[in-house]
């Protein structure tokens, strides 16, 4: 990783375009391809344009004095056609998932030509949740050892598919299952119609399929035990030529993180009307202890991340090696933090976990369509509230509730309660955890309603 400054020299406006770009004297292009679909992207691409945050950040003055600025955001599915964009000179700067990156990285090292650098994060889950696998919601599958000598459904090259692969070696499971290559929409749709056994994918396509009733997942990505997050590269000959203009889009980011940070209900309203993602979904990842933390800095738990990703990809897909020392490059993003008043060292020190009954968090919540969110001191007393919604006829757009053992943040439908004889409840994502629950403190597992539609966990 690079923590040295660069000092740039050199004409800023030589007659000379960039590889593929189409800058010039008077012209220079912002283009960024992003994923609006996926939570963690969200700070890198829809929010900068919907409130035009780059906008305010670019320099104007020097040098910049006569520049006109040419932003061009392009939305994509996935990570590859952004590389590929990129690869092109169409693009300058991309957004995606940990495994799209590394390919990325090395894809553009191996032309010998030009290269990228990775310069910033825009969200993520250090325990790895947001990738996570998915099985129709009445199915009797409970486990990954219930997939033995089925199929699952996962985009191949993802965070999802490499997890994918862990979980089912870690299980003794490699071989047993079929694994097929599926977009996002394509297995959503699947899992939907009960067209195959099980779907494995990255944010936030487990829990929309939860909201929406037609799955149930099975396994977490924390289970896995490796760090999910997406970031962003730029092209090294842009970055070395323009800095200021990579300095401008990294304190936009920051700004944006900041904007859903300190209003999550808000950010998630304002992003459902942009993306089509569900509010209350979004509003799950971006929440106090939600899936997603925004927080640009380039821990080191993200290289390590990336090396073991890089291995998995060479030896499953024969990517081609990547220089790490090289492609990491933290000095943009050092002087974004500098430029907005914040300190990158102590961004570094702070790793946001979820905890097990965590004081600082209430344990249960309920977005009510005409009140808001309205926080409860306890499971059993939102379980009570949302029921006696039911029964009015209130409409509730969501509930949320923390897994008991992991304190993974979930939908209240999606979760199977153990409820003591004393009536304290605790809140599990897995059958099993619930079961294993009620074993040693008695009691019986239920969920939060009756009625299939307000309650997955409990559908088969």
Known sequence: MRYSRKMFAGCLFSSMALAGGVVSADEIRVGIGHQSMVTNTVSGGIVLE??????????????????????VFRDYDSGPP?????????????????????????????TGRVETRFIAITGYNYQGTGNGIVVPVASPVH?????????????????AWGMTLKALRDAGLDGDIDIIDQSP????????????????????WSEVMEFRGTGRKIFDGSEAQVPTFHGIVVREDYAEKYPEVVEAVLKATLEAQKWIDEDPMR???????????????????????????MDASIKTAWVEALEYDHQLLQNEMNIPDLDFGAWVDDQYIRMAYEAMGLDYEKALDVMVTPV????????????????????????????AAYREAEEAGREINASYVYDHGTGMKMFGKAAFFAETGDGEMAAFMKLADSLSHIDEHGGQVVAISDHVGEAIAMAD
């Open 356 to 383: 097990a009954n965590d004081p600082a968090l209430s344990p249960a919540k309920i977005w009510f369509a005409d009140e808001g969110i309205v926080e409860f001191d306890s499971l059993a007393e939102m379980v």
């Open 82 to 110: 952004i590389t590929n964009q990129m690869l092109a000179g169409n693009l300058e700067f991309g957004v995606m998932g940990d495994y799209p990156l590394i390919v990325n990285g090395s894809r553009f090292q191996d």
């Open 185 to 204: 929409p394509v297995g959503v749709a699947n899992i939907a119609g009960n067209r195959i056994d099980a779907h494995a994918d990255f944010g936030p």
């Open 50 to 71: 919907k409130l035009g945050l780059i906008e305010k950040h670019l320099p104007t003055d020097g040098d910049y004095a006569n520049v006109e600025y040419n932003i």
């Open 267 to 293: 950010a998630a309203t304002e992003l459902a009307e942009w993306t089509g993602v569900a509010k209350e979904v979004l509003y799950l990842y971006l929440s106090d202890g939600g899936i997603t933390t």
């Open 143 to 159: 486990s990954l050892d219930d997939l033995a000598g089925k199929r699952i459904s996962t985009p191949v090259g993802s965070a």
